[in-house]
């Protein structure tokens, strides 16, 4: 299918790994390699239509606390989904004081403490929704998240095979499992990631992940197949969301850190700001920076 609003171009002609200042080990055939680069994600008109509702409700309406507590979270929900993080942050604390129990304003207040590597806030918040909800299977995901950036793989393992349990047929579950792994023991996080893909039962295109980190298809024949079957822009950009920070991780792995960088920079190009890829993708360049500042 033709995308009018997507082209395929070079990493070369984009100027990205061309003007590196340290150089990876793929770095001459990388600058050649073939992205798709399609129209980011707009701000949907309903979300600022709602937004606009919300915030005259809270402000002119007589209204319970209790429901002056779920207005501030669906707006915290809302400003989250339109990558406006710092607003929403505020209108979750304010529905946490108001309404002390709202498990997913937790669950949401501890993604934006990893976000910014507040490690020990994000771990209490989780803890937090967890306490209130022990079936509340995002606190662990998110949790296991936490502690695999804030470099605990041994605790997120645990979290992560929990999440994977629930649903065993989901890819991306596979996949940050396999993270977590590899963060342990690269050569059995392989052998069960193998025997994960094997077992799964049907072949969505999320499959092609988990292929590339196997070494089964390479990073271009990843690419190539992000627009087969898509049906519209909106499919194909979230596509190119996950695509592009699980080429960052992959290339990570491998330590080839300036490569892992602009894939995450195309994976926050998208402006998907709801997917975990997109969430993580900033976080992953912070920590990049980092380590190609050190002495």
Not at 66 to 74: G, M, N
Not at 203 to 208: F, I
Request: proline fraction near 3%; glycine fraction near 4%; charged fraction near 20%.
């Amino acid at each position: 299918m033709k995308f009018s609003l997507a082209i395929f171009t070079s990493l070369a002609v984009l100027g990205l790994s061309a003007c590196s200042t340290t150089t990876d080990q793929s770095a001459a055939s990388y600058s050649q390699a073939k992205v798709l680069i399609a129209k980011p994600l707009p701000v949907n008109p309903q979300s600022e239509l709602a937004l606009a509702r919300l915030t005259e409700i809270l402000t002119k309406m007589e209204i319970t606390q209790e429901q002056r507590a779920k207005l501030f979270y669906d707006r915290g929900v809302i400003y989250d989904s339109v990558g406006l993080r710092g607003l929403a942050s505020f209108d979750f604390q304010r529905a946490l004081r108001l309404q002390p129990d709202l498990v997913d304003a937790y669950n949401f207040m501890g993604i934006h403490h990893t976000q910014r590597q507040n490690f020990v806030e994000a771990y209490d918040a989780f803890d937090s929704a967890i306490e209130l909800d022990m079936n509340h299977e995002y606190a662990y995901l998110n949790r296991g998240i936490a502690l695999y950036y804030g470099k605990r793989p041994q605790q997120a393992l645990a979290d992560l095979q929990r999440f994977q349990l629930q649903q065993q047929n989901d890819p991306y579950r596979i996949a940050w499992l396999y993270l977590v792994e590899y963060e342990i023991d690269p050569e059995l996080a392989k052998a069960n990631l193998r025997q994960h893909l094997d077992g799964l039962d049907h072949n969505s295109w999320a499959n092609n992940v988990l292929r590339l980190f196997l070494g089964d298809i390479s990073e271009q024949e990843l690419i190539q197949t992000v627009s087969v079957g898509v049906s519209d822009h909106k499919q194909l950009i979230d596509r190119l969301c996950e695509a592009y920070f699980y080429l960052g991780k992959y290339n990570q792995l491998v330590d080839r850190p300036n490569t892992s960088a602009d894939y995450f920079k195309l994976a926050l190009s998208t402006n998907v700001y709801e997917f975990i890829e997109h969430r993580y993708a900033e976080l992953e360049l912070d920590l990049i920076e980092a380590q190609l500042s050190a002495p």
